[in-house]
């Protein structure tokens, strides 16, 4: 028999083979309105939940301190994390109705998401837990879903199954948004008959007869259990777990209720706490803990409506900062903001076979890294068009001092006014906290804008939008909790930043690569108050 390969090409081909043999699970848990300060790990002292098993996983292995989201608000984070790509340059596909109901937030056939990535890296693929990033509804009349038109007997035309996941269980909204029911692979689980709203908000719509929301962790932890009891060493998976908590309504399972002494809030976080132990003893049980990366984050910061009153209260979380518990850590501002309050979240990456424990690091890196960073893990190569705004990470779970190539960053609050980080420079191209007043996060608008215009002292222009006294630069090195606004003493800064943001935006990604598109005009200032816009020139 003529030997094809010589014994150097031999060995390279068995070392080819045995790397692909040994090519991680990977199970990917994200927190909904978790604060970087809720768990004891980040927060400290300052933190007065018990969080034993998040604190576990981040002593076995590597824990990041500058891990941001692209926004401080749910679907626009979940956006980016699934694509690689800035929420801003997207335009929604399909319309919908509210709450659950919303329509497609991307084209499946056109835009590449990490289901696919992995399912093309030979990867089985489950999504579990809350999903948020649109569906396509089968209804009774054809027309476009809404709260009283979804024909439940019948399956989703469009949902996780279109968007690269073989497995999926999901609710399609938050846990205050209905329809309240699950959907399996595409089809509606139980008999949705019932009118049904909880606690924060109490949005009464659609929900199966037997849906609580007290029970909802509990079924989706068990959800992923059963998954990563299907597997085996044999075929690699990915997993993403989407938990609901602890966003409103604050519904701790009934095993949960009381555990905390900080109250009903501290019982849900536990909770959470409780669903990473879940994990990973799963992964023990089938031999699949120590080549599995766990990776455990937010998708922004906490609400500053949410703590231990059930119904939503405007500014509630300050009663909790009063008692000593700080659920942003040492920032500034919640949920919807411009401030590290909102933005910047916990990252824990946990890869026994591979992360040695106990260490941090301080890179910048923006969840919008995972697409990236997963395809350098398992070995796919990414074409240009894809991921356009994620930048590997995986050199730091390797060797922990190890930096990226990242050097800036773009995010946006929930009124989507820009945020540009450039090192330990922060610049938000706007004088308040990029939220409305009812979300409890200050300066409003009301009154930032006309003190802004005030001291400017004649008529402005969305240019004269772009400079001080109407934005505000911070050193986050210096001046974490960002308490003194830079802008007008280091104006040149300020104007090196909004260049970083207007190139990023003509370039269609931040990454090297082909010129590409945004899908619709992108404008700096996306929402200015209407106020403002009316005494434009």
């Not at 956006?79 to 497609?104: C, D, H, K």
């Not at 519904?251 to 536990?270: A, I």
């Not at 706490?273 to 089938?286: G, N, P, S, T």
């Not at 850590?329 to 106990?358: D, N, Q, T």
Request: hydrophobic content about 35%; proline content about 7%; some cysteine.
């Amino acid at each position: 028999m003529y030997l094809k390969y010589n014994l150097p090409s031999l060995l390279f081909f068995l070392c080819l083979s045995l790397t692909a043999a040994e090519r991680p699970n990977i199970v990917f848990i994200l927190a909904d309105d978790l604060g970087i300060g809720d768990t004891k790990v980040y927060g400290g002292d300052r933190c007065l939940i018990d969080t034993p098993h998040i604190d576990r996983l981040a002593r076995g292995g590597l824990r990041f301190t500058d891990a941001h989201v692209s926004a401080s608000v749910c679907a626009p984070t979940r956006l980016a994390i699934m694509t690689g790509r800035y929420p801003w340059r997207n335009q929604r596909f399909q319309r919908g109705g509210p709450w659950g109901f919303t329509g497609l937030q991307i084209n499946p056939s056109e835009r590449h998401t990490l289901g696919d990535m992995f399912q093309q890296a030979g990867y089985k693929t489950g999504y579990v837990g809350k999903w948020h990033l649109g569906t396509v509804m089968t209804t009774k009349d054809g027309e476009v879903q809404h709260e009283t038109n979804v024909d439940y007997s019948r399956p989703l035309k469009v949902g996780p199954p279109q968007f690269g996941f073989d497995d999926s269980f999901i609710l399609p909204g938050s846990l205050d948004m209905y329809p309240y029911a699950y959907a399996r692979n595409n089809v509606w689980q139980g008999e949705i008959t019932a009118q049904k709203g909880w606690s924060a908000f109490n949005r009464v719509g659609d929900a199966e007869k037997d849906f609580e929301d007290h029970e909802v962790l509990e079924t989706f932890y068990r959800e992923a259990e059963t998954y990563i009891g299907n597997q085996s060493t044999k075929d690699p998976f990915f997993l993403f777990l989407a938990l609901t908590a602890p966003h409103t309504p604050t519904s701790p399972g009934v095993n949960w209720q009381g555990k905390s002494d900080l109250g009903v809030y501290g019982d849900f976080v536990m909770e959470v706490d409780h669903a990473v132990e879940r994990v990973i003893k799963a992964l023990k049980e089938q031999d699949l803990y120590k080549n599995t990366l766990v990776l455990f984050s937010s998708d922004h910061g906490p609400a500053s409506y949410a703590g231990n009153i059930l119904p939503a209260t405007y500014g509630q979380i300050r009663l909790m900062e009063q008692s000593g518990h700080y659920p942003s850590g040492p920032h500034r501002g919640y949920k919807f903001s411009v401030y590290e309050g909102g933005l910047r979240v916990p990252l824990i990456a946990h890869w026994p076979a591979v992360i040695k424990p106990g260490n941090t690091s301080d890179a910048l890196v923006g969840l919008n890294d995972l697409m990236a960073t997963f395809a350098d893990i398992v070995e796919h190569k990414l074409d240009p068009q894809h991921a356009p705004d994620s930048i590997s990470f995986a050199k730091i779970l390797r060797h922990h001092k190890s930096n990226t190539q990242r050097n800036n960053l773009i995010m946006q609050s929930a009124m989507e006014s820009f945020v540009i980080r450039d090192g330990d420079w922060k610049l938000c191209l706007t004088p308040d906290s990029g939220a409305k007043g009812i979300h409890g996060n200050t300066p409003v608008p009301e009154n930032a804008w006309p003190a802004a215009m005030n001291e400017f002292g004649k008529q402005a222009s969305k240019e004269d939008f772009l400079k001080p006294p109407f934005v505000q630069l911070f050193n986050l090195k210096n001046d974490p909790h960002e308490d003194h606004n830079l802008a007008s003493k280091y104006p040149d800064r300020v104007d090196t930043m909004v260049a970083i943001l207007k190139q990023q935006i003509e370039r269609g990604r931040s990454t090297q690569g082909p010129q590409l598109y945004n899908d619709k005009e992108v404008n700096l200032h996306q929402r200015l108050p209407e106020f403002v816009r009316a005494q434009l020139k």
